[in-house]
C-alpha cells in the first residue's frame, strides 16, 4: 500500500497497523471493507487520509472498533481456565466457536459453547451483519426522512 498523502494521528494505532495488514494480505480494500461490513469509499478515505477523516472532522472510533473486533484477537476465559494458561485466540477463531449452531457430539465441545454463550467477547464477536441496499422510486423520501419528497416529472405538461 502507498504511504498516505495526509498522514493523521490515527494512523498510529494498534487497528490501523491491522487493518493496512489485512489489506495488503488480501489486495482488495473492497473485499476488507464487506468483511467489516462498511463501505469501501470510507475505507479509502480513512486509509489515505482524505475526505472528512481528512481534515479530522470525522471521527474514526467506529471503524477502529470494528477492526479490532474483526481482526483482533482475544484471551478466551474459557480455554484459560481450562489449559491453565492464558490462552489467546484470533476473532476468526471465536466467533467459529461461539457462533455455531450447538454441538452435540461432544460434552466438551457444549461445554466450551455454552461458556461462549456467556462470555463478555460474545456480541463483539458476532459476525457482522452485512446492510440492506435501499432502493428508492424517484421522489420518495426514506422511512423516518422528515424532508419533503420533490415533485415527479408525472403531471406535467410538455
Given at each position: 500500500?502507498?504511504?498516505?498523502?495526509?498522514?493523521?494521528?490515527?494512523?498510529?494505532?494498534?487497528?490501523f497497523a491491522m487493518l493496512v495488514t489485512e489489506c495488503d494480505r488480501t489486495g482488495n480494500v473492497a473485499?476488507?471493507?464487506?468483511?467489516?461490513?462498511?463501505?469501501?469509499?470510507?475505507?479509502?478515505?480513512?486509509?489515505?487520509?482524505?475526505?472528512?477523516?481528512?481534515?479530522?472532522?470525522?471521527?474514526?472510533?467506529?471503524?477502529?472498533?470494528?477492526?479490532?473486533?474483526?481482526?483482533?484477537?482475544?484471551?478466551?476465559?474459557?480455554?484459560?481456565?481450562?489449559?491453565?494458561?492464558?490462552?489467546?485466540?484470533?476473532?476468526?477463531?471465536?466467533?467459529?466457536?461461539?457462533?455455531?449452531?450447538?454441538?452435540?457430539?461432544?460434552?466438551?465441545?457444549?461445554?466450551?459453547?455454552?461458556?461462549?454463550?456467556?462470555?463478555?467477547?460474545?456480541?463483539?464477536?458476532?459476525?457482522?451483519?452485512?446492510?440492506?441496499?435501499?432502493?428508492?422510486?424517484?421522489?420518495?423520501?426514506?422511512?423516518?426522512?422528515?424532508?419533503?419528497?420533490?415533485?415527479?416529472?408525472?403531471?406535467?405538461?410538455?
Open positions: 500500500m502507498k504511504p498516505p498523502k495526509n498522514p493523521m494521528p490515527y494512523m498510529g494505532e494498534s487497528w473485499a476488507v471493507a464487506l468483511r467489516l461490513a462498511v463501505s469501501a469509499p470510507l475505507l479509502y478515505q480513512v486509509l489515505s487520509g482524505t475526505g472528512e477523516y481528512g481534515k479530522g472532522k470525522a471521527s474514526t472510533a467506529r471503524l477502529a472498533d470494528k477492526v479490532l473486533h474483526q481482526l483482533g484477537n482475544y484471551t478466551c476465559p474459557h480455554l484459560s481456565e481450562q489449559y491453565e494458561e492464558v490462552r489467546v485466540i484470533s476473532s476468526d477463531e471465536c466467533r467459529r466457536y461461539a457462533h455455531r449452531p450447538p454441538p452435540t457430539g461432544s460434552p466438551r465441545d457444549l461445554k466450551h459453547w455454552q461458556a461462549c454463550r456467556r462470555c463478555v467477547h460474545f456480541g463483539a464477536s458476532a459476525p457482522p451483519q452485512p446492510r440492506q441496499p435501499i432502493t428508492r422510486r424517484r421522489g420518495e423520501a426514506a422511512e423516518g426522512d422528515t424532508t419533503t419528497a420533490t415533485p415527479t416529472d408525472e403531471g406535467k405538461q410538455p
